[in-house]
């Protein structure tokens, strides 16, 4: 039976990055996905500050510039009517970039093969190894693997979360269907542009070597509609946008629509004896602000030193333990805030007055692009509160001239008072939320239906 330190199930953005950081802390790792690269993804495709970060300290990042990711300097930022243009200072904000994921993967795994760490593609993973209640290992499809410690990086639908019966909590349901389509020959005026027009929201950028996404988000209550004739809505959602209109005018579209069906947020439980879940794996939320994908390096670099102090030692479990509130209590706050910003029942009144306030505002402007990009400022304090007396102040006069703006503000203002009842109790730091990381769970053996390492072994005997 093959043995490693660390066996790591995903090879994308979180497990990757993890692989390469711990072989080159010396330790033994086994990277596996079923997939062969490079392969497309479903994903923005974005790079936010947070993860070229940590592209720069893994020394990743020229690689990802050399093969062509755009630096993107201006934004367009749009509710509606409503507009607002800024160029992030980098030295304040930091660089994004935008990359496709067939290139990036491929460079990802490159680094990996040189920090030694073994890479298996095209390997399914079909279960777990057990041994007194404790993860050991890995059943694979070209056997079985032993490891002290197994990551979950395998993404939403993750068969490692299935298999150790990880459970989800603080969920929300996917509100919109996204949908998007690269283009060829895109002369865009703006690097990227984001918001809400209508009734549905959108998000697009330049990437790698000539390519352009455009995305778009259609409300689920009208998603079999749109697909009816999924093209020309498409088409039509996106000419509602000046910016994309202008954009894609003389550009070519590259392949078919991608389209993304089903989705929810969730936290799951992130560790348990012998395994932790990271990246989407373990956390998914709203991808209307474009952070997957950093988020994934900023959990992978902070999971990377907690492996490493307590891997070969009695220590691992509190490492894994206090690791896993420290996800939380990064994620819980941008979750709110990237449901808010996706949420597609916010009515006019409410969106258009946050832009408008944040076009008046350089101060506010900036303070809500730190707390979304670099993630330097926490959401509940990017809006001073002279900005939300100016929004409320902007809500009010909308409704004034718009009576029938009032009633859904009244459901928005509800709707939000939940979400922040439900996120204040489930805080790590509140009494109740506290409760979730006293000691890791007990491997759940219905859910998960794990093979014991004795049954392999007593297999082997007899062969």
């Known amino acids: 039976m093959d043995t490693f330190d660390v066996a790591i199930v995903g090879a994308r953005c979180a497990g990757a990055s993890l692989a390469i950081q711990l072989a080159r802390q010396g330790l033994s790792v086994c990277l596996l996905d079923k997939a062969r690269f490079p392969t497309d993804k479903a994903s923005t495709h974005l790079f936010t500050p947070s993860g070229t970060a940590v592209l720069e300290r893994l020394g990743v990042l020229d690689d990802v510039v050399d093969a062509g990711a755009t630096p993107l300097r201006t934004m367009r930022l749009r509710s509606n009517d409503v507009s607002v243009t800024t160029r992030p200072d980098p030295g304040v904000i930091g660089v994004m970039l935008g990359i496709r994921r067939e290139t990036f993967d491929p460079i990802l795994l490159e680094h990996v093969a040189r920090a030694g760490a073994e890479i298996r593609t095209g390997c399914r993973v079909d279960g777990v190894l057990t041994d007194k209640g404790r993860v050991v290992g890995l059943e694979t499809q070209s056997g079985p693997i032993h490891a002290e410690l197994v990551v979950g990086a395998d993404g939403q639908h993750s068969r490692i979360a299935e298999r150790v019966g990880a459970r989800e909590y603080l969920t929300t349901p996917g509100s919109y269907m996204p949908t998007w389509s690269f283009y060829e020959g895109a002369t865009p005026p703006y690097d990227l542009v984001m918001g809400r027009v209508g009734e549905g929201n959108g998000i697009a950028l330049p990437l790698d070597n000539g390519i352009y996404i455009a995305m778009m988000g259609t409300p689920m209550a009208k998603a079999d509609a749109f697909l009816a004739d999924r093209y020309a809505n498409f088409d039509a959602a996106l000419a509602r946008w000046p910016?994309?209109?202008?954009?894609?005018?003389?550009?070519?579209?590259?392949?078919?629509?991608?389209?993304?069906?089903?989705?929810?947020?969730?936290?799951?439980?992130?560790?348990?004896?012998?395994?932790?879940?990271?990246?989407?794996?373990?956390?998914?939320?709203?991808?209307?602000?474009?952070?997957?994908?950093?988020?994934?390096?900023?959990?992978?670099?902070?999971?990377?030193?907690?492996?490493?102090?307590?891997?070969?030692?009695?220590?691992?479990?509190?490492?894994?333990?206090?690791?896993?509130?420290?996800?939380?209590?990064?994620?819980?706050?941008?979750?709110?805030?990237?449901?808010?910003?996706?949420?597609?029942?916010?009515?006019?009144?409410?969106?258009?007055?946050?832009?408008?306030?944040?076009?008046?505002?350089?101060?506010?402007?900036?303070?809500?692009?730190?707390?979304?990009?670099?993630?330097?400022?926490?959401?509940?304090?990017?809006?001073?509160?002279?900005?939300?007396?100016?929004?409320?102040?902007?809500?009010?006069?909308?409704?004034?001239?718009?009576?029938g703006q009032l009633t859904p503000t009244a459901k928005a203002a509800i709707w939000q008072a939940r979400q922040i009842g439900r996120i204040a109790v489930a805080y790590p730091g509140h009494r109740i939320g506290a409760r979730r990381y006293r000691e890791l769970p007990v491997l759940s053996s219905g859910l998960s239906k794990p093979k014991s390492i004795e049954s392999l072994r007593s297999v082997s005997e007899a062969s």
Not at 322 to 329: G, I, P, V
Not at 376 to 391: A, C, E, F, G, N
């Open 243 to 403: 910016e994309m209109a202008e954009a894609v005018a003389g550009a070519t579209r590259r392949g078919p629509l991608r389209i993304l069906r089903r989705w929810h947020g969730y936290f799951r439980t992130a560790a348990g004896p012998g395994w932790v879940l990271v990246g989407d794996a373990g956390h998914f939320k709203d991808p209307a602000p474009g952070q997957g994908m950093a988020d994934a390096f900023r959990q992978s670099e902070s999971l990377a030193a907690r492996i490493v102090a307590g891997l070969g030692g009695d220590t691992i479990d509190k490492e894994l333990l206090d690791w896993w509130r420290w996800r939380d209590l990064d994620a819980v706050e941008m979750y709110w805030a990237a449901s808010t910003l996706g949420e597609l029942t916010n009515p006019a009144a409410v969106t258009d007055a946050a832009f408008r306030t944040l076009g008046k505002s350089d101060v506010a402007l900036e303070r809500m692009l730190q707390s979304i990009l670099p993630r330097t400022v926490k959401p509940h304090s990017s809006l001073r509160l002279r900005d939300v007396s100016r929004m409320v102040a902007y809500i009010a006069a909308a409704v004034a001239t718009k009576p």
